[in-house]
């Protein structure tokens, strides 16, 4: 059984630019949420998507959007970064609904300079 | 809206110390509570989750409460050891109109241990 990955490991972008971060759910996982983690802070609630449907979406810009694919496999897009956008994002697999125990990746440290 | 607090912020114990970190949160119609620990610059390992019908979970040295009428969760570690040294978050999930949860998790700002020998 594979773990959550998740890839570039490290990022470094300019202001303005677009970045798309990548994550592998666990094996037989269906659902995939994205969260953001500024240095000190807990993980904030990006969006979910279940089956390839967004499940939810928490107090994030437009410009956050992402993908699931047919593979459960998932994208998180951020479009005109900003140096607030920078921190460690990370991904959490889930087998929706029979468990809602979460499996997080190691993340990707994104640094907006 | 959920809050979540996690209290001490950090606390530093010699090796063998028996802890207790609290997490307390606003919003009792929770599905479930999950306690994670997380090393320096790295991704969340699951610890221990509670669904919302339960009052404790165990694992290994860990021991995890929950009192939903007060808001109140602990995380006991027995015997800590310098291994044990990272920050621990936990983490409460809704629950939706329809009874179960979308597994969005709100999450403390975490409790950072230092393990002494």
């Known amino acids: 059984e594979t773990g959550v990955t998740q890839s570039p490991t490290h990022l470094i972008k300019t202001r303005g630019q677009q970045v798309t971060l990548r994550c592998s759910s666990q094996s037989g996982h269906n659902t995939v949420s994205w969260y953001q983690q500024a240095l000190g802070q807990g993980p904030q609630f990006i969006f979910q998507?279940?089956?390839?449907?967004?499940?939810g979406r928490g107090n994030f810009p437009p410009r956050f959007s992402g993908l699931q694919f047919p593979n459960y496999s998932s994208e998180l897009n951020v479009n005109a970064l900003e140096l607030d956008d920078s921190a460690l994002y990370l991904c959490?697999?889930?087998?929706?609904?029979?468990?809602?125990?979460?499996?997080f990746g190691p993340g990707t440290r994104l640094t907006v300079t | 809206k959920q809050e979540v607090t996690q209290i001490p912020a950090a606390l530093s114990v010699p090796e063998g110390e028996n802890l207790v970190l609290n997490c307390s949160f606003t919003?009792?119609?929770?599905?479930?509570l999950q306690w994670f620990r997380q090393d320096p610059g790295k991704g969340l390992t699951s610890l221990l989750l509670i669904q919302s019908s339960q009052r404790e979970q165990t694992s290994g040295r860990l021991n995890a409460s929950l009192d939903k009428s007060s808001g109140r969760s602990t995380l006991y570690i027995a015997a800590s050891q310098p291994g044990d040294s990272a920050t621990y978050l936990c983490a409460v999930s809704p629950t939706n109109a329809g009874g179960t949860s979308y597994g969005k998790l709100t999450f403390g700002q975490g409790t950072i241990l230092t393990v002494h020998p």
């Open positions: 998507y279940y089956r390839e449907e967004k499940n």
């Open positions: 959490a697999s889930s087998l929706l609904p029979s468990s809602y125990e979460q499996y």
């Open positions: 919003d009792s119609a929770i599905y479930n």
